[in-house]
């Protein structure tokens, strides 16, 4: 059964730091895979990607400089794979629950992503 969980969400203060985790299982292999984040009434917006290997990354300009996506391939069980996504000098406007994804194209539009796990909430206060 295919299944992304994530895990890492909670509260800090405005320049504060978390660091999100993504255990995918499974399956065991996709092209992609990456963070996104919604807020009630708006679209979802996607915040970083990385490619199966790490050698592609890409990062939505609101968080460029601020976080981190990285992935460890290595499997204590098979098929199970972890994407990390440390966020430093964390803001108000990044309070979102946060979503990872995997899929088979490049780029942070949702519609490139057809696996999804159920979401973890960041809050940031000021």
């Known amino acids: 059964q295919v299944q992304l969980v994530e895990s890492g969400g909670g509260s800090v203060q405005a320049g504060g730091s978390l660091r999100l985790s993504c255990v995918a299982s499974g399956f065991t292999y996709y092209h992609y895979m990456a963070w996104f984040r919604q807020t009630p009434g708006k679209e979802r917006e996607g915040v970083a990607m990385?490619?199966?290997?790490?050698?592609?990354?890409?990062?939505?300009?609101?968080v460029k400089g601020r976080f981190t996506i990285s992935r460890d391939s290595r499997s204590t069980d098979y098929g199970k794979k972890t994407m990390y996504l440390q966020m430093d000098s964390l803001k108000p406007e990044d309070t979102a629950m946060y979503y990872c994804?995997?899929?088979?194209?490049?780029?942070?539009?949702?519609?490139?992503?057809?696996?999804w796990g159920q979401g973890t909430q960041v809050t940031v206060s000021s």
């Open positions: 994804a995997a899929g088979e194209r490049f780029g942070l539009l949702p519609d490139n992503y057809h696996v």
């Open positions: 990385i490619s199966a290997a790490g050698g592609l990354i890409d990062y939505a300009d609101s």
